[in-house]
């Protein structure tokens, strides 16, 4: 079984702080993502990752930042947190080797205050 | 044009109904379509892929139309446990893949 597990379930952060949410897969998938998901707005692409090092923005990568250095890992880097970043973080990979399938970590609710 | 479109819901049938939901997307490059499911609070797994020539799981069947850019699930004989949000997702090679915002699905007895 495909396993993306992410740091932590639930972060409390004050406004200004540099916040660090992590994840990580198990299946040597080359292609890593994240999302954040909010009430009406569904799920939005901060940054995705097709390999190590690499990266792209998404639709919305204001005020984030990512790091890839090791394949397993994706890490998501809120520079100085902000209210409108209280959310729900999703981590996911990718199987491209064959359908294309995204599997999804548990999610980070993040609330900044 | 929102890139993935989806009627919200919330859907609300007794068990046993027949339910459909509908999705339309704007990207006629788009090559591969799914529809995933999201609990309460969890995060959205894939509930199958859609293929051209339609495809059937159980009591869940999904079909395409390219020319009309349209994807659908159906859903026979509901149960509790169907209740959810459904997410419909395209995506073109080489791309992330494209959420729609999900369909709210409610089945009660």
């Known amino acids: 079984d495909v396993k993306v597990t992410q740091s932590s379930r639930y972060l409390v952060k004050r406004t200004g702080e540099k916040v660090f949410l992590e994840c990580v897969q198990d299946?040597?998938?080359?292609?890593m993502f994240w999302y954040r998901q909010d009430p009406g707005l569904g799920l939005r692409l901060i940054y995705f990752?097709?390999?190590?090092?690499?990266?792209e923005k998404g639709d919305i990568p204001e005020g984030y930042s990512v790091s890839r250095e090791k394949k397993e890992r994706f890490s998501l880097i809120l520079e100085s947190a902000s209210t409108n970043q209280t959310s729900m973080y999703l981590c996911?990979?990718?199987?491209?080797?064959?359908?294309?399938?995204?599997?999804f970590g548990p999610g980070t609710r993040l609330t900044v205050t | 044009r929102k890139e993935v479109e989806q009627d919200p819901g919330p859907f609300n049938v007794p068990e046993g109904a027949t339910v459909a939901f509908n999705c339309t997307y704007s990207?006629?490059?788009?090559?591969?379509f799914f529809w995933y499911r999201q609990d309460c609070r969890k995060e959205p797994k894939l509930l199958m892929s859609?293929?051209?020539s339609g495809n059937e799981d159980g009591r869940f069947t999904a079909q395409l139309n390219r020319a009309s850019q349209y994807i659908s699930l159906l859903i026979r004989d509901s149960k509790l446990s169907d209740s959810a949000t459904y997410l419909c997702?395209?995506?073109?090679?080489?791309?992330?893949?494209?959420f729609g915002k999900g369909t709210t699905l409610s089945v009660s007895s």
């Open positions: 990207n006629s490059a788009s090559q591969s």
């Open positions: 997702v395209v995506n073109k090679a080489g791309t992330a893949l494209i």
């Open positions: 996911a990979s990718r199987d491209t080797s064959s359908s294309y399938e995204q599997y």
């Open positions: 299946m040597d998938h080359e292609n």
């Open positions: 859609v293929y051209s």
């Open positions: 990752s097709y390999d190590v090092k690499m990266k």
